[in-house]
């Protein structure tokens, strides 16, 4: 196995891009977000399950692996610093500069929702909005709750990836014994079904008691699966098995995926909100639902290690860069862009691929502005030792070796 594999590095991608679509989505849907379309409506929300259950799990998972192989090239000390270096400056901008406008609109959009008459009852809602943002002092509640700031929001992701790299240090020694001794754990059809009772346990125990909040002093039962995931993806990293397993099941497992997903879509059109099933069912629907994520990761893993663990060149140099910043300002554009377009009331049709449009291009702009100007790298995570002639360098001709998954 080599430091760099390309294979991960386009799950990689992948994943990341249809998070950002699936943001792109959450503006139109009727789940709860930051900031709704006008016209948001069930139509969308079956193509939305299609990636829900497994996309953040696979994200984890490979974030695992990328630390093993930057750990296994570093002293203890060297690699807690570079992780710690290349997580907490984008964390620190999210937090204070990137995040702001979304809670602003937030608050914006949920006045706009108002009854007239309760409208005037906000007439200093946002004056001095970024002092009172920064100092937790805004006072922005409603029936549902308080909007507590300041907030990472969506980049909740990269404070998870901070905690769990501290954790996995002291278990470094033992985790890298792991796969040879507990190979037969996940040999045969127990590639599914270990995995599965695991996350399936998991869900039915825990969340619904914890549920999921992306606070990180109350999420355990996120902390009890990603943790878990995040370890999982360290300890098989460099055990080809496992990969060359996921290969072989990547059909069975793609067909369970594409049927638990049915069975979920059959089960929320039976189950409208408003009616409640019996527990026992929604037990059950809840292991269905982790069958799903864990089949649907299997099979990601196992296409990509089929068609593309060769699959080098300039669009995945240049992508494998981009994809971290991407992911850094995505929500924000999604969210600014979302509510001064609804505003315009535009065909559908036209709006909605406007809205792609312009998140793909700030998150272009974004990326590369932040890469040539050398001071900004290290807070879009990108390495800090290399300038703008360096990195499109990189990009064209790539070099080499630094460890899969950002």
Sequence with gaps: MTDRRYDLDWLRIIAFGLLILYHCGMFYVTWEWHVK????????????????????????????????????????WKFTASRMGRLWPPLLLAVFVIVPPQSYYEIVDAIRMLPPEQVAQYPLALDNFYIKYVTASGNWCDSDGCLTTPTYNH???????????????????????IPKAAAVLIAGPFLILTPWIVMASLRVTLQPIFGESHD??????????????????????????????????????????????????????????????????????????????WCAIVAAIGFAHKHLRDADGPARRLLTQAIFPFYLVHQTIIVVAGYHLNALALPLWIEAPLLIGATALGCWL?????????????????????????????????????????
Excluded at 46 to 73: E, V
Excluded at 257 to 262: I, L, N, T
Excluded at 265 to 280: A, C, K, Q, R, S
Aim: proline residues 7%.
């Design 37 to 76: 379309s006008d016209r948001a409506s069930e139509t969308i929300e079956p193509l939305m399950m299609l990636t829900n259950p497994w996309r953040l799990t696979l994200l984890m998972l490979i974030a695992g692996a990328a630390t093993r192989f930057l750990a296994d090239k570093l002293s203890v």
């Design 155 to 177: 980049m909740w992701f990269v404070a998870y990836l901070i905690l769990y790299t501290l954790a996995l240090i002291p278990l470094l020694p033992l985790l890298r014994r």
């Design 216 to 293: 990180f002093r109350e999420d355990w039962y996120l902390h009890a699966l990603y943790f878990s995931v995040f370890v999982f993806g360290f300890a098989i990293a460099k055990f080809e098995p496992f990969f060359e397993r996921c290969v072989k099941w990547r059909w069975p497992a793609l067909a369970i995926a594409v049927a638990s997903w049915a069975t979920l879509i059959i089960y929320f059109n039976l189950h409208p909100e408003g009616v409640t099933p019996p527990d026992w069912l929604r037990a059950i629907m809840r292991s269905v639902r982790e069958l799903d994520a």
């Design 366 to 406: 974004f990326f590369d502005l932040g890469r040539r100007i050398p001071w900004l790298r290290v807070w879009i995570g990108l390495p800090s030792n290399a300038g703008p002639t360096r990195a499109t360098n990189d990009a064209k001709a790539g070099e080499a070796k630094q460890p899969s998954g950002g």
